[in-house]
């Protein structure tokens, strides 16, 4: 039985059919498809006389190279930056603003902030840059450090931008006092016209006549704001730049602050004016003295903000941080619009903001993705001041590489068939241990129980032989995994009212040594196997840019961007896999019982990775596919 587990463990999945097979019938196979791929090739090339193939490329080995998790800080532009101004303790910050949920983005802030600060022995805030009390909630705040944490990071400090207030305040009026900033009344339209029209191109730029008010008229005007004599929009204070000489956007004499007529979510009705981005973000680095990497939209846009953010400390004479700009990480195929996403949720379309099919970071981690595999992803992209934008695809390939190397496998059927073997009295009721990875000898093993009755899934199943059609039918003989012998289908049974197969019957065909293929299979409930629901989640939208479909993105939406298994099975070693979870410890997993129910991953032979759902219970497990085995994997 031994030799028989050691043999069946080593067993090869055929990518094309979706078998698993001897490495011999797998390596049969490939060379007669190979042959037909050289002829088919050799015809094609005598129709069109085109130039001979360069020689194909090797074939990728098995074992990836696992890439240093620091690569990204020891080279390339991380390490040029840090030479910049190579002193220690590095101080280092992410400052998200707390009006949405994060997204995959995000993820290569995260990762390049704390990783940074990590790598040079300093640390990192998380800084929240709450200076819009018109779209701040509790729910955000929250979810932003539950991110951090699960991605593995601790912040040094938590900080608000609010905890500034009076400082950015005193620091307004210090401006003002040297006669670079003044209190503008002018419309959005007047601003336009100020800087040359909608693209700076149409007109001279001038500046506003309200520039010329007397320091203590600005002052004053300015105190009236803070006190809540004006209203919205009716007065705001602008920094007074280059908006006349200077071709650089950034110093069109930015807004400083303006006026907001809502309470702030920690400082109540405190304050009626608050500090712009532009104002607040580099005095806060000023004030932690921080080492500032800035995600960049833009980068030419990004590399102009930094002289308005240099500009603004050195006239204030304060502790000047440095800033450096890297590019933003995107992905095709999906939207990471805060608007668009509430559009989907509103509409149904989705759960929620967490949905497996969104890419914010909680719907990345509902689906399963583990943490350790987006700090890879991002390390293997690298650092550099180019937008990266990513195929999911790519995205996918590098989930599928780290699962392949961390998680066990299980056995999963979707849609489950009873099979009942008549001659299995003999092994009935056996217990077969079974290893969680042919790779991987330290993941351990666990125990499956044979029945008489096993269930296998219907698309291993036809009701008529195919002579190529390697799995089970009428006469044929297929392999069970880990049974000493494969089985061999006598007859079936059907349901009138649906034409569906409801049981087939089979023996075990003893005198078949090494079937031409092998499939997974499940005891029943009474020996340890579970009822589940199985969600499969393909992508949510039809295209690579569903913004510029026609009719909108809504009309771009994949029906079939959600199939539901009601009625899946899965072998009792998932009750193992749970208790020991997380699979794998790392990152924000760290340890035995550090982690969600989407902790709990695995393989699905032949079938995908999967995690468990946060609407799991004791009673019903319901899991969510992570990633398939292969792109655009099929069966024959």
Not at 79 to 106: A, C, Y
Not at 548 to 574: Q, R, T
């Amino acid at each position: 039985m031994a030799d028989l587990a050691e043999s069946t463990a080593k067993l090869q999945l055929d990518d094309e059919t979706g078998e698993m097979v001897s490495k011999a019938e797998l390596k049969k196979r490939l060379k007669k498809r190979e042959k037909a791929k050289a002829k088919e090739a050799a015809k094609s090339e005598a129709k069109t006389e085109e130039k001979a193939k360069p020689a194909p490329k090797p074939k990728a080995t098995t074992e990836e190279a696992v890439i240093d998790p620091n690569n990204m800080f020891k080279t390339g532009f991380l390490d040029e930056v840090f030479k910049i101004r190579s002193m220690k303790p590095v101080f280092t910050r992410f400052p998200p603003e707390p009006n949405g949920f994060l997204h995959i983005g995000h993820a290569k802030a995260i990762a390049v902030n704390f990783g940074f600060a990590r790598y040079h022995g300093g640390e990192c805030y998380l800084r929240y840059d709450d200076t819009n009390p018109e779209a701040e909630e509790q729910v955000y705040f929250d979810a932003i450090l539950e991110m951090v944490e699960w991605l593995g990071f601790k912040p040094y400090k938590i900080t608000y931008s609010s905890d500034n207030f009076q400082k950015l305040y005193d620091l307004a009026e210090k401006l003002i006092g040297l006669e670079r900033a003044y209190v503008c009344h002018c419309s959005d339209t007047e601003i336009k016209l100020q800087r040359g029209g909608e693209k700076g191109t149409a007109g001279p730029r001038f500046r506003c006549k309200h520039a010329e008010q007397s320091v203590e008229e600005n002052l004053q005007k300015f105190r009236d704001m803070r006190d809540g004599k004006y209203k919205p929009q009716a007065a705001f204070l602008r920094m007074k730049q280059g908006i006349i000489t200077d071709g650089n956007p950034q110093m069109w004499d930015l807004a400083a602050y303006r006026v907001l007529d809502k309470p702030h979510y920690r400082t109540g009705d405190k304050w009626k004016i608050y500090p712009t981005y532009d104002f607040t973000h580099c005095l806060c680095d000023s004030f932690e003295g921080i080492v500032s990497l800035h995600v960049s939209i833009s980068y030419p846009k990004s590399v102009q903000s930094r002289v308005s953010y240099e500009w603004l400390n050195k006239t204030l004479g304060v502790y000047e941080p440095m800033q450096r700009e890297y590019g933003r990480l995107s992905i095709t195929g999906t939207i990471l619009s805060k608007r668009k996403i509430l559009k989907l949720v509103e509409e149904k379309i989705v759960r929620a903001w967490n949905d497996p099919r969104l890419y914010t970071l909680i719907g990345i981690k509902r689906r399963g993705v583990p943490p350790g595999a987006i700090l890879e992803f991002v390390n293997e992209l690298g650092v550099t001041t180019a937008n990266s934008v990513i195929e999911i695809k790519r995205f996918d390939q590098a989930i599928r590489k780290y699962l392949e190397r961390t998680v066990p496998r299980l056995m999963l059927i979707l849609d489950p068939i009873p099979v009942v073997i008549d001659d299995a009295e003999d092994l009935d009721g056996k217990v077969l241990t079974v290893p969680f990875s042919p790779k991987d000898p330290k993941m351990g093993s666990h125990d499956v129980t044979f029945t008489k009755t096993v269930y296998i899934d219907r698309s291993d199943f036809r009701e008529e032989a195919d002579p190529s059609f390697f799995r089970l039918a009428p006469g044929k003989t297929v392999g069970l995994l880990q049974v000493p012998h494969p089985i061999k289908a006598v007859s079936f049974t059907k349901d009138e009212a649906t034409g569906k197969v409801t049981e087939i019957r089979a023996v075990f065909d003893k005198e078949t040594k090494k079937p031409k293929a092998y499939i997974q299979w499940v005891p029943t409930e009474a020996a340890g196997s579970r009822k589940t629901e199985v969600r499969i989640y393909n992508s949510l939208f039809k295209s690579d840019n569903p913004s510029d479909a026609p009719g909108g993105f809504l009309n771009d939406v994949n029906p079939e961007s959600e199939v539901i298994y009601p009625d899946a099975m899965v072998e009792s070693g998932f009750d193992e896999v749970k208790r020991r979870a997380p699979w794998p410890e790392a990152a924000g997993e760290s340890e035995l019982g550090k982690g969600g129910p989407e902790s709990v991953r695995f393989q699905a032979m032949r079938i995908a990775y999967f995690a468990m759902d946060s609407d799991s219970t004791d009673d019903r497990i319901i899991l969510n596919r992570i990633v398939a085995l292969k792109e655009d994997a099929g069966k024959s």
